[in-house]
């Protein structure tokens, strides 16, 4: 079967597409957000470095700043670019990551070539949140219907584009980039004993909301000293929030880490933290479950109890924004030894089933599966 992949260029589409290596489909790569060409995917037929007319010229940068209406003259249109790429691959499939990125600008296009079969991947927010933005949502429910198949990184989603319009088949919920090798990562998960750090994902984007875990932190530092607290891959609107507002001198605030370097410090970590008000199926939930640390994770819409039962498993935050409950959750991991112990052992048998080949697995049934509906 020939797949045109349409992303933008992600560490988890690199992941998803690695699964399709030496597995008998033809792959093409269609680099919709002009990311660059990925060394990775080498046996992989890339169309990237179209979008602009003359090049990434210098000044351009500033330009699309301060001048929107003017770079756009120096821009290729989307739109008549993957009708140039259609023509070239001849797909059977199109394969689109995200939908406001990958699927709503080609639309016009799969409406045209109906008789190509079109694959969504739901991610994150992709559809929880932008449901609710009247601008979104309408793009989204003129365009779930063209859809065939899907995949998710969560069963909410599947079963929310029902609603919103998908009439199509459902391939799967599966983790956003595939499974994980976990021979790489079982070397650095260290006994519970041996671990002493509570670590928190430093996100205050748009849906972040480690601030308000912070906040938790700082009321109950007192019974913390056992621990190391430690946020990770703190980003720009954290370390803002920092320069307004004092939090316990004792909490240390990392930058960007390195992918293996998180997952070496998850290794190290009796608890992780992570709290948004949307997302999917969070892939540092998951590495935190791989890893062997006592998850604490907000819970929008219900995807992360897919995964996470409560007090068994792990804790789920009822509500991202209430210091309160966030301070009681974490008092209660603590002063629950036997919890959290339980939950290593649970975790550490659940995480087979996120295993790389095991994935790979189902992963490729389901293209297997559309395959096999191409030739009836």
């Known amino acids: 079967m020939k797949i045109l992949i349409v992303s933008m260029r992600s560490i988890h589409t690199i992941r998803w597409v690695s699964q399709l290596k030496d597995n008998g489909h033809e792959v093409f790569y269609f680099d919709i957000l002009n990311g660059g060409y990925i060394k990775a995917w080498d046996w992989v037929e890339q169309h990237t470095n179209w979008r602009y007319k003359f090049g990434n010229f210098k000044g351009r940068v500033f330009l699309k700043k301060h001048f929107p209406k003017i770079h756009k003259l120096f821009e290729n249109n989307a739109e008549k670019e993957f009708e140039i790429v259609l023509d070239k691959f001849k797909p059977d499939v199109v394969h689109s990551f995200v939908m406001y990125s990958c699927c709503v600008p080609i639309l016009k296009n799969m409406q045209k070539h109906k008789y190509i079969k079109w694959i969504y991947s739901a991610w994150g927010n992709d559809l929880y949140f932008y449901q609710t933005v009247p601008k979104y949502k309408n793009d989204i429910v003129k365009t779930l219907p063209r859809i065939n198949y899907m995949f998710a990184d969560c069963n909410r989603d599947l079963n929310l584009a029902k609603v919103l319009g998908f009439e199509g088949e459902t391939l799967g919920s599966f983790p956003g980039g595939g499974g994980y090798n976990l021979s790489d990562y079982n070397p650095y998960i260290k006994a519970l004993n041996n671990r002493n750090i509570i670590l928190i994902k430093g996100y205050e984007q748009r849906f972040g909301k480690c601030s308000v875990v912070l906040n938790a932190i700082s009321k109950i530092i ?150 096999n509906e191409l030739t009836k």
Do not use: R
């Open 222 to 371: 007192k019974n913390l000293t056992d621990y190391k607290v430690v946020v990770f891959g703190a980003d720009l609107e954290l370390k803002q929030y920092l320069t307004k507002h004092t939090i316990s001198d004792k909490i240390q605030i990392l930058d960007y880490m390195p992918h293996k370097k998180v997952l070496e410090l998850m290794g190290k970590s009796i608890i992780y933290i992570g709290n948004s008000v949307s997302d999917g199926m969070p892939n540092t939930l998951l590495e935190a479950i791989i890893m062997g640390a006592f998850p604490i994770q907000s819970n929008p819409g219900g995807a992360t109890a897919e995964i996470i039962k409560h007090q068994e498993n792990g804790l789920l935050i009822g509500d991202a924004e209430n210091t309160d409950l966030i301070q009681e959750l974490i008092l209660q991991a603590i002063n629950s030894k036997k919890m959290i112990e339980n939950a290593f052992n649970h975790n550490q048998k659940l995480k087979h089933n996120l295993d790389f080949k095991v994935i790979q697995k189902q992963v490729l049934q389901a293209y297997n599966q559309v395959e």
